[in-house]
Each structure stands twice: as C-alpha cells, then as structure tokens.
C-alpha cells in the first residue's frame, strides 16, 4: 500500500479556512485516500474519502490532483473543535489490506 | 446508541497479571480490528478479524490473542501483563475489509 506524508503541524484561526496537504506519490489506480481524524484522547473518526473526483461531506471537502499523488483535505470553516490529529491514509480494498496509519499532521485552531 | 463500544474504558493492573478488553459493535459490520497506541501516538493495526476468522496478524506477542464470538464481538485477552503493555487500545469495524473503520472510545491500559 502508499506511504503518506504530512506537515507535522499546522494552524489555523477560527472562522478561516483549514487546508491539510498529504503526498502520496506511490498511489496505484485501485487505491482510495482516505481522512481520519483523532481528538485528543478519543478513537479516530472517519472524516472523508475519495478515488479520483473531489469529495465534499457535511465535515469537510477533498481535493485529489489529476494524478492522484496528492490531496487537500479542506475545513472551510475551522472551529476550535477541530483541533486534532488528522490522518490521511491510502487504501486499498480486501483481505490482504494492511490499515497504516502515519504520524498525520497535528492541526491547532486558535481563537 | 454507541456504534462500537469497549470495556473497560480504564484498567491499571500489576506485571504478570492476564486481563481482557471487551468490544461490541451494533453496526453489522463483518470485519473488526484492534489498535494498540502507544505513548508515541502511532496506532498500529494488531489484528483484525472478518466474519470470526482472523485475517491480520500483525507480528504481535502470543500473549495476545483475540477472541471473536460472534460478528458483532472482539475481545482481546493478554497474558503475563508486561510494562511495555501499557498503552491505548482501540477496537474499529468496517462492513468489510479495505472499508471505511469506525472506531471504539479507547481503553486505556496501564501496567505498574
């Protein structure tokens, strides 16, 4: 399965908009990104995810380039709630998927 | 209704000792997995079970070793409790493998 990279943190001020890169390069046809996120202390909650078209949910919006080997995880409007460990993940489906889950980008939202 | 839910939530007990955490999912889900987080922060899959049979393995102690009574149970019993035992355990589900995984509260263990 694709490694993922992240920034290990970023920032952001309430009300504005959280942009959260992920590279993954080694990406192959078959296989999904996905966004998770962990708030401290709690399990991780699935966010988004997507093949190769944009995303948009009540949570968040996904941008996947054209080649696949990078996405942008998008929260138009942060709060501080959305403080939190967030993770991006390359999937594949069936038996022999191994979930790996990264150091994933630590995501502050200040007032 | 909790999707995926754990029990205990806390369990602190001495080196040696052979402790279960239970895990149950509403969801009807066929898969279900178990995390270990360490201090570090990094979750690493344990196993992961779909339709009671165990398909990941992941290079974990045979002091470990999961249960699955049914679809909608995965339980985690440890023997010979070791420090390095410590850590946050978490159960998911996914309706099938490679699916999107819900995860459980956590159970935070603690080994004196």
């Known amino acids: 399965d694709a490694k993922t990279t992240q920034p290990p943190s970023m920032d952001c001020a309430e009300g504005r908009a959280a942009n959260l890169p992920c590279n993954h390069s080694t990406i192959s046809g078959n296989e999904y990104v996905y966004w998770y996120r962990q708030i401290h202390s709690q399990g991780p909650q699935y966010i988004i995810h997507?093949?190769?078209n944009n995303e948009t949910n009540e949570m968040a919006s996904l941008i996947i380039t054209e080649d696949r080997k990078s996405s942008t995880l998008i929260l138009p409007h942060a709060t501080l709630r959305d403080t939190a460990v967030y993770y991006c993940?390359?999937?594949?489906?069936?038996?022999?998927?191994?979930?790996?889950f990264g150091r994933g980008t630590s995501l502050i939202v200040h007032p | 209704d909790t999707a995926v839910s754990q029990t205990p939530k806390y369990l602190v007990t001495q080196m040696g000792n052979d402790k279960s955490i239970k895990c149950e999912q509403n969801?009807?889900?066929?898969?279900m997995y178990w995390y270990k987080q360490d201090s570090k922060k990094f979750l690493k899959i344990m196993f992961s079970y779909n339709n009671k049979e165990l398909i990941i393995n992941e290079t974990v102690p045979n002091r470990f070793s999961p249960k699955s009574p049914d679809k909608a149970h995965l339980n985690l019993h440890i023997n010979s409790l070791e420090l390095g035992d410590s850590a946050v355990y978490f159960c998911?589900?996914?309706?099938?493998?490679?699916?999107?995984?819900?995860f459980g509260p956590g159970t935070r263990l603690t080994v004196l």
């Open positions: 998911a589900s996914s309706q099938d493998p490679g699916d999107t995984q819900y």
């Open positions: 969801l009807g889900h066929d898969t």
């Open positions: 997507g093949l190769k």
């Open positions: 993940i390359v999937r594949g489906t069936g038996g022999s998927y191994i979930p790996t």
